[in-house]
């Protein structure tokens, strides 16, 4: 949707300017291009050390892919879960410690890709289930532990959409720049004639014009994009917290996965019986 949202925006702009009666090759100011857009990158980099520009960079090439928890993603991560604690209570917890050591060589773990390409979320679990296997922590501090480690990924991960949208929200006073700068060279060409000032005037509110749409068409659009998509992959491992809680608790594998089950976002929610459907090909 994002692509297909861009898509539209250029076609009814380009297709309003044209119908209108206007030539393309007017909005054609490379100097313009390279006041805005250089400026807006210089005050990125100014902003953000490298290892959140990565993340900017990975959050826009995924935010054209969608979330990654999607449906399929999560009724994964229920049969990983149920059986997990169906192992650990038939062969007793210490069992789980093969698993969670080194999680990429586990039988149980290494069949789901999906999991396995989530890092936060493998050490997630295995950190939790290293501590369930210690003794001796009750599970409200369990509860609070695994909040804890939510929080800090949840402040970092918002970091990049909220430097987009940042950039995004300048962009308007960087086109205004790139105008004021357009009506200084007009200034100097006064003496040209009235097609040279034209020119000039035209090249300058060019420079308003890219600086507005890029904030409000685009970048701003595109950050509101990657909070989506961070949202919505923050319910996975509130998925994976409420089964891990129910089974430090005492609860069946079935049960525990059931509240798993029930945080996720209803868009996203296998019923009831794709679960126990997913289950019984697990056994």
């Known amino acids: 949707m994002v692509i297909v949202g861009a898509i539209i925006v250029f076609v009814s702009l380009l297709g309003g300017f044209l119908w209108g009666g206007g030539n393309l090759i007017t909005l054609i100011q490379p100097s313009e291009f ?17 290892s959140i520009l990565k993340k900017i960079l990975n959050g826009i090439i995924g935010s054209l892919k969608g979330p990654k928890a999607n449906k399929q993603a999560y009724i994964e991560v229920l049969k990983l879960l149920y059986e997990l604690f169906q192992f650990a209570k038939r062969e007793g917890l210490i069992a789980l410690e093969q698993h969670i050591e080194k999680p990429e060589s586990s039988p149980i773990l290494s069949k789901y890709a999906t999991f396995l390409n989530n890092p936060h979320g493998v050490e997630f679990l295995c950190d939790t289930l290293k501590v369930v296997l210690s003794g001796g922590v009750p599970a409200h501090d369990l509860e609070e532990l695994m909040d804890l480690d939510l929080e800090a990924h949840h402040e970092e991960d918002a970091i990049p959409a909220a430097s987009l949208s940042i950039m995004g929200d300048a962009f308007p006073g960087l086109g205004i720049v790139a105008a004021v700068l357009g009506i200084i060279i007009t200034m100097g060409s006064i003496g040209a004639g009235a097609e040279a000032v034209g020119h000039h005037v035209a090249s300058a509110l060019v420079g308003t014009f890219l600086g507005v749409l890029l904030s409000y068409g685009f970048v701003g659009p595109l950050a509101r994009a990657m909070d989506f998509n961070r949202t919505k992959d923050a319910r996975y491992m509130q998925c994976i917290k409420a089964a891990l809680l129910s089974f430090a608790k005492g609860a069946p594998a079935s049960v525990a996965i059931e509240y798993g089950r029930r945080t996720i976002d209803p868009d996203s929610r296998p019923t009831f019986k794709e679960t126990e459907d997913a289950i019984k090909g697990s056994r």
């Open 34 to 50: 390279l006041v805005i857009g250089g400026a807006a990158v210089g005050s990125l980099l100014i902003a953000n050390p490298i």
